[in-house]
């Protein structure tokens, strides 16, 4: 049983997604994913304002990195991407706000 619990309570390595030649407002925005307890603590959220910098090719790799039902921030960049044009990110919010099990127009459920 100690051997498990020192496997999971051993730390393990993050890594921010890069993107190769990529901008600094995509760095910027990629190393402010990683939330530490300050961050979390003072609710400090992404680095939105890179997102408005960055090129679309970049935008749609923070987007493959947020996910609307994880966090708070997670919807507040996705909403930044839906206001600069990005349909799925529009389609993953609405999605987010959508009760699991609702039927959905034309009578499927997800």
Do not use: C
């Not at 749609?60 to 609307?68: G, V």
């Amino acid at each position: 049983m100690g051997a498990i619990r020192a496997a999971h309570d051993a730390p393990r390595p993050h890594e921010t997604p890069r993107l190769a030649g990529g901008s600094a407002a995509i760095d910027r925005f990629l190393r402010s994913l990683e939330i530490d307890y300050e961050k979390w603590h003072d609710g400090i959220g992404f680095d939105v304002d890179a997102l408005r910098e960055a090129t679309p090719a970049e935008r749609t790799l923070a987007e493959s990195q947020l996910d609307a039902r994880r966090d708070w921030r997670d919807v507040e960049a996705l909403a930044v991407l839906a206001q600069l044009g990005s349909t799925t990110a529009e389609r993953s919010l609405r999605t987010a706000l959508l009760p699991l099990n609702t039927p959905r127009v034309g009578g499927t459920s997800e």
